[in-house]
């Protein structure tokens, strides 16, 4: 079994900033990427960011100058967000895609998902 938990949601002020975490545990050998998703009210749910153990990054368009994904060798991934605004608030996602055994299929594993509100 593979487990991805997040943490660092919450309620913060338009302008403010929060940083998400998120650790990988389980039966791992191998992280190929890891990200996040967000799904606000009413909307489906989308990329904000993703890294590549190479190190390359993807940032949705609205946030790529507020937002920085960073990941390390113990598994976790972080998500820097600053100048948020009232369109950032959603349930935000970690997503890794992961390989249980060398040569092995990738398997895309989710968080249980962390509430991030905007609001003054």
């Known amino acids: 079994q593979v487990q991805l938990v997040e943490s660092g949601g919450g309620l913060v002020q338009p302008g403010g900033s929060l940083r998400l975490s998120c650790a990988a545990s389980?039966?791992?050998?191998?992280?190929?990427?890891m990200g996040w998703y967000r799904q606000g009210p009413g909307k489906q749910r989308e990329l904000v960011a993703e890294?590549?153990?190479?190190?390359?990054t993807k940032y949705k368009d609205s946030v790529k100058d507020r937002f920085t994904i960073s990941g390390d060798n113990a598994r976790n991934t972080y998500l820097e967000m600053n100048s948020l605004t009232p369109e950032d608030t959603a349930v935000y996602y970690c997503h890794a895609g992961i390989t249980r055994a060398p040569g092995g299929a990738e398997y895309h594993y989710w968080g249980q998902g962390t509430q991030v509100t905007v609001s003054s």
């Open positions: 389980g039966n791992i050998f191998s992280i190929n990427g």
């Open positions: 890294i590549r153990t190479s190190g390359r």
